[in-house]
């Protein structure tokens, strides 16, 4: 399993999000963010979890629609 979280920034020059919010939990090695809009930057990070339970946070990812 996987949890993942998306952050915004309106200013498409951003390196940082101004925060994340939950986007979904997963067993899917891959997801589409259906859910953007135009000229906006959205930021990525996932983090797995097991049995014994989370890991460390990926490195956070950004693309903007």
Avoid at 43 to 57: E, I, L, Q, T
């Amino acid at each position: 399993m996987s949890y993942r979280e998306r952050g915004t920034s309106a200013d498409p020059k951003a390196t940082q999000p101004d925060s994340f919010v939950p986007l979904r939990e997963t067993t899917k090695i891959s997801i589409v963010d259906d859910d953007v809009l135009p000229g906006v930057r959205y930021f990525y990070h996932v983090r797995a979890f097991n049995n014994k339970g989370y890991g460390p946070w990926s490195n956070v990812v950004s693309k903007v629609q």
